[in-house]
């Protein structure tokens, strides 16, 4: 069973309150059998090493207290699958769907991945480490306590999620959508590029650092209809 990590950050009013970290100590582990998923199974305390998943179906699959290392997960079907004290490293996949899934205690780490569905998902104390992830759809999604550190997201649609203690740390953020998405307490300081298509507006509730002020003029001004001329 996982131990959470302490909370931390400041209070005050000029400080952003930082993400609780997942602190995991897995059990010793059972290799899985290498039988496919299934819909509503059940997976507690199991090793899957190098298994290939793909386009199998784990809809509402619950993972307790798992390791999941090398595998592949191209268009596997997880949603509302549950993910609990668990450990995700070097997994692939294109158009994984985990729409509506539960993420709690977990880290993805060195991850591959492109076209995942985390649409409507709950993501809570999680830590996504190095890799990349292209187009990550988490629209509608409740983040809370997320740390996305060392990792390249490319195009992802934050549009209409709630962000709550969510840190970038040396990342690179390009093309992302915050429309209609409301934060709270999100660190931007530590992406670059931070580089955002839609919802500029949305950014009350988020901290970022001067540099990052300046890139982010033009979309500013552009949101406030302010134009721009050097003097004559």
Do not use: W
């Amino acid at each position: 069973m996982a131990r959470r990590a302490a909370g931390g950050g400041g209070t005050g009013a000029t400080k952003v309150r930082a993400a609780r970290r997942p602190e995991l100590r897995l059990p010793p582990l059972e290799p899985h059998d290498g039988g496919e998923l299934e819909p509503d199974g059940d997976y507690d305390g199991l090793e899957f090493r190098d298994t290939d998943f793909a386009g199998q179906d784990g809809v509402g699959a619950r993972f307790m207290d798992c390791a999941l290392t090398g595998c592949a997960l191209d268009e596997a079907s997880l949603a509302r699958a549950r993910l609990l004290d668990s450990v995700l490293s070097g997994v692939r996949g294109v158009g994984t769907r985990l729409a509506e899934a539960t993420l709690r205690d977990v880290e993805l780490v060195d991850a591959r991945l492109g076209g995942t569905q985390l649409h409507g998902a709950a993501l809570e104390r999680v830590l996504i480490r190095g890799g990349k992830i292209d187009y990550l759809n988490l629209r509608r999604a409740r983040l809370k306590d997320v740390v996305f550190e060392s990792c390249v997201l490319v195009e992802p649609d934050f549009g209409g999620a709630r962000l709550e203690r969510v840190e970038f740390v040396d990342c690179a953020l390009t093309g992302a959508d915050f429309s209609a998405a409301t934060l709270t307490d999100v660190d931007l300081r530590g992406a670059a590029p931070l580089e955002l298509a839609r919802g500029v507006d949305r950014l009350s509730g988020a901290v970022i650092s001067p540099a990052q002020l300046l890139d982010l003029a033009p979309v500013l001004a552009a949101e406030l209809g302010v134009r721009v001329l050097a003097g004559e």
